[in-house]
DNA sequence: CGCAGGACGTAGGACGTCGTATCTCCTCAC
DNA sequence: GTGAGGAGATACGACGTCCTACGTCCTGCG
């Protein structure tokens, strides 16, 4: 922790001030802020500082720059979180599986600990679209064709019934994160699709008869075959 | 995900230039940049473009500026994220414990998931160090001294067996905003300092038995304290 | 009545200038 | 010979102004 949003300097003032106005007056995600002439005028202060401070604050996605518009309140995601974990994975350790290890790690303690709240709140209807979401992967398998994306999607529905909103975008960070860095190794390998398939509907499988234990179970095999395939990919045997 | 990292705007072209080159180069955290002046030239924009560039990556941590000095590789920590999840707890529901709840819920499945492993791979030397803690927090607490500062390190002690540098910055980073919120919502109050204590050192007792499951059920049961003070406190009720 | 084109507002980008912080190195006193 | 202090170089901080790119909305023509 090193200071920001605490700062003495000239720009950093200006940032807590933008903050503070969005605070002050409660503007939500998408409401419009003044235009730049105005926070210069308002905060005395010069049209590219008000640009430096707004630049920061759209890197952590605090405020939204539409060009020829206006600013806005943004999304606050965790999108900064994604630039930044991929950075760092990418710069330590070039080319050392530990880094990705790290955040695997993260990823797998904490679905194994949602999984198990998940198996007492999830409704059938869910089960249901999950179940599709199976389905699409294994015909995206037999296909030939890779289904990151559904991957992504089977996660994300995972959890929605556990009514937290950070929990899908941080696994959905986290995910991204491993994905980009993976992909900038080189090893795009997304082999056997229908072990992976099968992983995925053994955890549907366990949640569908309420077994806490066996879904979590299921996940952490999902796991093992996930860091497998990483140290694998990473020691170029593939 | 919207776009960062991946966008056609000049300025986001001129930030992807600057980790391009971090990359390339191989360089490290404290590795020196650029100057703006070499920068500019290299790139063919103006200077303000580069500061613009630069502050957004100072933002995310992933450059270090340093006036009258130059600039360098950051330490790519999380502070982004602190500073984005704060913003965003304030702002959304900005008097609901249940944006706090979340944060507080993701720390808990860590925690709870994390011990067990720790349970496994903690020393004696480090259990001993914690017990160190523990005692700390004993004699500030009778001395009617809060101790939040030692409640940190105790959670961050927890982990370093892991050899996973992620997890104790993740956790200190919820810790920071959780506690960041809770002070800009005025219920400081640390009740029940004794309590504290004991917890934390029942989580001790049961590292020191390598008993996974007790561990577990003793950090549950710590995280049922901080949950009912978060509710209480935003209920003005303590 | 409908739509195309232009006026207007706002952000993007550039250039030049001055101010200020930090470090380096030289000088001078001891 | 050594060390403290200051001059200068270097580099970021801030400002003002200009022009461009982009979007919206209104107006006027068909």
Redesign the interface.
Known sequence: ??R??AGE?R?NRIQRAV?QL??DR????GAPLPTEAELMEDLGVSR?SV???L????????V?IR?GYGTY?G??????????????T???H?DDPGALA??L??RE??E???IR?VATTVTEAELDRLEAVVTRMELAGRAGRPFPELDHQFHELLYVS?G????PQ?L?AFW?VFRRVAGARGWTADPAPDVTVRRHRDIVTALRARDAAGAQQAMAVHFRGIEARAVRGSWGVG
């Open positions: 922790m090193r920001m949003s300097p720009n903050v969005i605070l409660g503007l939500g995600p590219n640009r430096e401070a630049k920061a604050l759209q890197a952590l996605d605090i939204e060009h309140v999304q606050a995601s965790l999108t900064p979180l994604v630039d930044g974990l991929t950075f760092r990418l710069t330590r070039a790290e955040i790690q993260v303690v904490l194994e600990g949602l709240r556990l937290n909103a950070l929990v941080l959905g991204t």
